[in-house]
Each structure stands twice: as C-alpha cells, then as structure tokens.
C-alpha cells in the first residue's frame, strides 16, 4: 500500500505562492513518475503536473509558467511549486504515483488524500 504525505495547501490571495510537497512510501509497485492533480468545484480531476524518474516534466497549459514540478527520486519527494495563484486554481490537490507513459507522461496508480487550495479574488 502507497502511504502519501502531503502537505502546504492553504488560502492565498491572488498573486500569492504555494509549495506543495508530497512524500510517498510504502508501496510493492515501482513507481516511475509522480506528479499532482486537481480537481475543483463540480470540475473533473485534471492533470496539473508530472514529473518521471527522469526529470521529464509535463505541465497543464493553464499553469505553464506559472507552476514548476520538482522531485526527489530517492525519497519519492514531489513538489508543486505554484506562482501568481489565480482563483481558478482554487480545487482539491491530490499527488498521486505511478507509472510512465510511452510519452513520458503519469499513468497514476496511487493517490494521496488531497490536500486543499484556496485562492481568493
């Protein structure tokens, strides 16, 4: 069994910086990539960021420039480094680990319980 910790959600105003981290352990399965997801009020979970083993990173066209994806892969450390927060990032953040993709991109697995992001106007 995956056991995720995240943590660094929060309220912010617009403009404002959040870093969310992720620890993952425990798991029997390899994982290849982890990243961060989200989902916001009545919206779909979305990708916002991967990254693999490698350092081969994938990010939503809405956070390009805006959020960077980071990772540690001896420790399965990930984190969301999320700049110049608009309130339609306001939504529900989940890690979440997996498997590569033939493009480099996260197939998840696993995923954290989520961890809340507010920004407001």
């Known amino acids: 069994q995956v056991q995720f910790v995240e943590s660094g959600g929060g309220l912010v105003q617009t403009g404002g910086s959040l870093r969310l981290s992720c620890a993952a352990s425990g798991s029997i399965f390899k994982i290849n990539a982890m990243g961060w997801y989200r989902q916001g009020p009545g919206k779909q979970r979305d990708l916002v960021a991967s990254i693999t083993n490698g350092g081969s990173t994938n990010y939503a066209d809405s956070v390009k420039g805006r959020f960077t994806i980071s990772r540690d892969n001896a420790e399965n450390l990930v984190y969301l480094q999320m700049n110049s927060l608009k309130p339609e990032d306001t939504a529900v953040y989940y890690c979440?680990?997996?498997?590569?993709?033939?493009?480099?991109?996260?197939?998840?697995?696993?995923w954290g319980q989520g961890t809340q992001v507010t920004v407001s106007s």
């Open positions: 979440a680990a997996g498997f590569q993709s033939t493009s480099g991109r996260l197939i998840p697995s696993s």
